[in-house]
């Protein structure tokens, strides 16, 4: 069964320094994969999506994601954050065996400090 | 456009009451999903309909259910509560079946259970 590994359960960093948040995930078979953030107290907002195409994924607020086959990962990064940053950042794969679910990593929680 | 809306936002409930929770969608979307987030397991599918059909379940016991009706709300019931049943509880809609529509998410219930 496909799971969701995020390899840190927080992040700290300072305001302006870039930051990369690790996802690994385990099957191999063609998957879509996606990174969510949700700020306090909200629902989550869709970042990136990979379905096809370039292994370079460009989202929302500045960040960007890349797909790795070969090592299964899809880690999501930013050159240079901003204290409104500060959230919980998911990432998520297709189920190989099913293209209507999600399975979800636990999260890392961003926080950046001025 | 409204966002996902989700009620009540809060609910405290006794162990062994059932509870019923709330999503109206974005207008025009027909998917809507739901999913349960705790701290030490992460975001779990529960369910998706379409079209008020159950389209695909997650692994939850029989407890959990849910429908939808001709206007595209949906309601999740949980009958006979546990402590563990403790959550937030979050509902996404899309315009279109499976994980490469957009999922929108509400900003979720927080339901604790005494």
């Known amino acids: 069964a496909q799971s969701v590994t995020q390899l840190d359960s927080q992040v700290p960093v300072f305001e302006e320094a870039p930051v990369e948040l690790r996802c690994n995930y385990s099957?191999?078979?063609?998957?879509?994969l996606f990174w969510y953030v949700q700020y306090p107290n909200q629902g989550l907002q869709l970042l990136l999506k990979?379905?096809?195409?370039s292994t370079l994924v460009k989202g929302i607020n500045g960040f960007e994601a890349e797909f790795n086959k070969s090592q299964t990962s899809f880690h999501l990064r930013k050159p240079s954050v901003h204290i409104s940053d500060t959230a919980e950042y998911f990432c998520?794969?297709?189920?190989?065996?099913?293209?209507?679910?999600?399975?979800w990593g636990l999260g890392t929680s961003l926080a950046v400090n001025p | 456009k409204a966002g996902v809306t989700q009620t009540p936002r809060y609910l405290i409930k006794t162990r062994g009451q059932q509870v019923t929770l709330s999503c109206s969608p974005i207008?025009?979307?027909?998917?809507v999903s739901w999913y349960q987030q705790t701290p030490g397991q992460g975001l779990q599918f529960l369910f998706e309909?379409?079209?008020?059909?159950?389209?695909n379940k997650g692994n939850f016991p029989g407890r959990f259910s849910g429908r939808q009706f001709s206007n595209s709300r949906s309601e999740m019931n949980v009958s006979t509560l546990e402590l563990g049943d403790s959550a937030l509880y979050l509902c996404?809609?899309?315009?279109?079946?499976?994980?490469?529509?957009?999922?929108?998410f509400g900003p979720g219930t927080r339901l604790t259970v005494t």
């Open positions: 996404a809609s899309s315009s279109g079946q499976g994980v490469t529509y957009e999922q929108y």
């Open positions: 207008s025009g979307h027909r998917s």
């Open positions: 309909y379409f079209s008020e059909t159950q389209r």
């Open positions: 099957s191999s078979v063609s998957v879509y």
């Open positions: 990979y379905l096809s195409g």
């Open positions: 998520a794969v297709s189920d190989p065996g099913n293209n209507r679910k999600l399975i």
